[in-house]
């Protein structure tokens, strides 16, 4: 397989981080035959020109928007004089996630994105009208992406499954996320198209509150995603709760790379598409 340099945009951030670091990791790089960038993406919020990772020894520079589109045609030109794989990875912020992915259409850039926000239907006719493979998923943890599909099953095999349910969401992520959680949303929409009324979604970015009602260690409050959702039938007097709790980035990333390695093999044999997490499980 042809080798690969990834770029991360939106390395600033603590996702783009943790998963930069970890492609530079000796380890994942002899693994995969990847390697990392040395641009970035960013945006306007982010004042610094360059960032270091893995010890501090690697520099990433960092290009804010008015510099996007040469940083992306210096990096394809290198993949190009190279002979490598070019894929982009995303965490940009809720807002810019239709333009990013215009763009990384229009260039013929296949890319992961594991941004929620957006307009979700837009992105998605986006990418199936260009001639690249991507991946977009709002939850890059595959073992949640596992309990989703579940989900999914149910509503697929079960119509009318939870009729006269009332659905209350409460979720909890750390207090620099400012948008719902687009896996609560999209678990709603699955309990709803069984038949329940969703009556409540509560979002929670207090970190005392995290700490003691939904006793959240403080080693984590500035990284989590802690889901509860509940369907009552008070007149079957039936409850049902299910929830799912992370601690910390570590299975976002690991996700992360799974993807990776699906979407080189959809790269090396030409294939093109819109791409989930659950493409990525059953390695389709």
């Known amino acids: ?29 002899n693994r995969e035959d990847c390697d990392l ?6 945006g306007d919020d982010v004042t610094e020109k ?15 928007p008015k510099k996007h589109q040469v940083a992306l045609e210096e990096y ?21 996630v239709n333009a990013m992915a215009e763009r990384y259409c229009q260039l013929e850039i296949p890319f992961i994105m594991g941004t929620t926000g957006g307009d979700r239907e837009v992105l998605r006719q986006t990418v199936l009208n260009a001639a690249i493979p991507a991946i977009v998923a709002p939850n890059m943890a595959k073992h949640v992406v596992g309990l989703m ?28 996320k400012t948008d719902p959680s687009g896996t609560a949303k999209a678990i709603s929409l699955d309990f709803q198209g069984m038949g329940a009324e969703e009556i409540g979604f509560y979002l929670e970015r207090d970190p005392v ?19 509860k959702y509940a369907l009552v039938n008070e007149g079957l007097g039936i409850r049902l709760e299910i929830g799912h709790h992370i601690n910390g980035r570590n299975p976002y990333v690991d996700g992360t790379l799974d993807a990776i390695s699906f979407l080189r093999k959809k790269i090396q044999v030409g294939e093109t598409g819109y791409f989930t997490m659950i493409d990525v499980l059953k390695g389709a």
Not at 59 to 64: C, S, T, V
Not at 153 to 173: A, Q
């Open 37 to 42: 960038y040395s641009h970035s993406l960013v």
């Open 50 to 64: 360059c960032v270091s990772i893995w010890d501090d020894a690697w520099l990433i520079d960092l290009y804010q």
């Open 209 to 227: 509150r995290q700490t003691y009602y939904w006793g959240i260690p403080a080693d984590y409050l500035d990284g989590h995603g802690h889901h």
């Open 149 to 176: 599909a579940a989900i999914v099953y149910i509503k697929e095999n079960f119509p009318g499954f939870l009729n006269g349910f009332k659905l209350i969401i409460e979720e909890s992520h750390q207090k620099t």
């Open 76 to 96: 394809l030109k290198y993949c190009a004089d190279v002979n490598a794989i070019s894929i982009i990875i995303d965490f940009t912020q809720p807002s810019a």
């Open 1 to 29: 397989m042809k080798n690969c340099f990834i770029m991360v945009n939106s390395i600033a951030g603590k996702m783009g981080r943790l998963i930069a670091e970890k492609i530079k990791n000796e380890e994942s790089k």
